[in-house]
């Protein structure tokens, strides 16, 4: 699926519409922007349509203000954040469409940037309100979508505009979707898909995927417990989906028909509360935990056999956490599968969300092939579903 990007288009003198994902945390006490990771991001794209003599009109969501205006919710802080990391003014609307918006870009000149207001202040925009998407196409000749964070969703700023606008992919968005095509259709193998997170029926979808092309499939995380107990082990009082039971051996049984190994833990770490003081043990699986305790990391002996079975790999994809790694007594597992992928030789692919997060507070973000932006998107993308953010966006030619 190759896709048109940025840098296929004549951008000369052009005036560009671009969907960023400019969706940070702004500090409760200032209202200033609190992570620019998000506006950083999309620097590239940004900088090359500039330097190719784009006049830029950008547009994002922040929060979910449902469709009506909400001052904590204006990007404001963002424009602010943004001229600063261009070192060059960005000019703030108030409206994301309407004649005011519309004059602004008329006076515009290469190398000028607009930010729209918050398009999530229409309703039309969750809506994907051809009306809408209209307005706001009228104010471009060219739609770039580098939005992957809300590439799941069909909203009138990413799908709805391309209907109006030829929409390529920015830069961001094209390193998306190489490497998660990557993984989902065409792996280097041996190839491991490392699976955590708190339950099982969140990664369904990716567990029937990936099972069509992974050698070995790690499940660590509170969805472990699911799987031990499908099994017949003793999780105490352990987080565990009671209706997922007969699904768990099912994928077990699955795993076994295609020849795929799927690798459970051995022993767990242990307490029996989720807090940083809590007395902690770390029991064998085949011991069995004990009632009233409850399991909140893989153990040592997982580790060491989980970092043996990627020894080889030549491709990884890790998503969901192994243990509650917010929390530094539950995080060691989580910890040691970072570094051990920080340390690879393969394509590790870290698949947004928990995983992604993890990378990030352990410093080892920039030691991976490939870390997403966007946490549903790439889940969704994983499970092999067609995106609408992406399907909008216009395919290369022969």
């Known amino acids: ?158 799908v709805g505009v391309a209907n109006y606008l030829p929409s390529v992919a920015g830069f961001l968005m094209e390193k998306e979707i190489r490497y998660l095509s990557k993984v989902v259709s065409n792996p280097t193998h041996p190839y491991v898909v490392i699976l955590g997170g708190v339950k099982v029926s969140d990664k369904i979808g990716v567990i029937k995927n990936l099972m069509k ?11 472990m417990f699911t799987f031990l107990k499908a099994l017949g082990k003793a999780v105490g009082d352990s987080l565990v989906e009671e209706d997922k039971l007969d699904l768990a051996r099912s994928i077990i049984d699955e795993a076994n028909e295609k020849k795929v190994e799927l690798v459970l833990p051995i022993d767990c770490v242990i307490a029996q509360e989720m807090k940083q003081k809590a007395e902690r043990k770390t029991v064998d699986i085949e011991e069995g935990i004990p009632m009233g305790w409850k399991g909140f990391d893989i153990g040592p002996k997982t580790v060491e056999l989980f970092k043996e079975k990627l020894q080889n790999a030549k491709t990884i994809v890790w998503n969901g956490p192994m243990g509650v790694f917010e929390i530094k007594a539950f995080s060691d597992g989580t910890r040691a599968i970072a570094e051990t992928l920080a340390q690879s030789d393969a394509m590790t692919v870290i698949g947004g969300g928990d995983s992604a997060a993890a990378v990030e507070r352990f410093g080892l973000a920039d030691k991976m092939s490939h870390v997403s932006t966007g946490g549903g998107a790439s889940l969704e993308f994983l499970e092999g579903k067609e995106l609408p953010g992406i399907a909008s966006i216009k395919d290369k030619e022969g």
């Open 213 to 223: 092309k992974a050698d070995t499939i790690l499940i660590g995380g509170a969805m």
């Open 1 to 158: 699926m190759e896709k048109m990007s940025v840098r296929d288009v004549d951008l000369k003198g052009k005036r560009v519409l671009m969907r960023a994902d400019f969706n940070c945390p702004l500090d409760e006490k200032t209202g200033e922007v609190a992570d620019d990771k998000r506006i950083r991001a999309a620097l590239d794209t940004i900088r090359y349509i500039l330097d190719n003599g784009g006049k830029l009109i950008l547009m994002s969501h922040l929060g979910r203000p449902k469709g009506k205006r909400d001052p904590k919710y204006s990007l404001k802080p963002v424009a602010k954040r943004l001229g600063e990391l261009l070192n060059k003014p960005v000019k703030m609307m108030d409206d994301t469409i309407g004649p005011e918006v519309e004059e602004a870009v008329k006076q515009m000149r290469e190398g000028d940037v607009i930010l729209l207001e918050n398009t999530r202040f229409h309703s039309g925009e969750t809506k994907n309100d051809p009306e809408f998407a209209k307005e706001l196409a009228k104010l471009g000749d060219i739609h770039v979508n580098d939005a992957f964070g809300t590439a799941h969703r069909a909203h009138a700023s990413n």
